[in-house]
Nanobody
């Protein structure tokens, strides 16, 4: 069974930094796109940043220049370095990945989500 497990969330003051990590585990053949989404209370889940298997990146306008997404393919891990954090960055952050893996005895491609990690930016 494929799992995505996030870590690195927490409480930070405005202007501070956090680094989120997300590790994919299971009988994985390959991982295509990976990304980070976030959902604030009362709002829809939104894309924060994405990265392809070739490390091409894209960012939402609200985080450009402050956040950096990266990945370590050997470790099946994606990171999100968040700098100059603002109160409006407060949300639950979710990891997402498109993975080819063996599940229930069959090879297949599917989209997977982590359980989420809380990021709170407050003084």
């Amino acid at each position: 069974q494929v799992q995505l497990v996030e870590s690195g969330g927490g409480l930070v003051q405005p202007g501070g930094s956090l680094r989120l990590s997300c590790v994919a585990s299971g009988r994985i053949f390959s991982i295509a796109g990976m990304g980070w989404y976030r959902q604030a209370p009362g709002k829809q889940r939104e894309l924060v940043a994405g990265i392809t298997s070739g490390s091409r990146t894209n960012y939402s306008d609200s985080v450009k220049g402050r956040f950096t997404i990266s990945r370590d393919n050997a470790k099946n891990t994606v990171y999100l370095q968040m700098n100059s954090l603002k109160p409006e960055d407060t949300a639950v952050y979710y990891c997402n990945a498109d993975i080819v893996a063996i599940t229930s005895g069959r090879v297949g491609a599917d989209e997977y989500w982590g359980q989420g990690t809380q990021v709170t930016v407050s003084s």
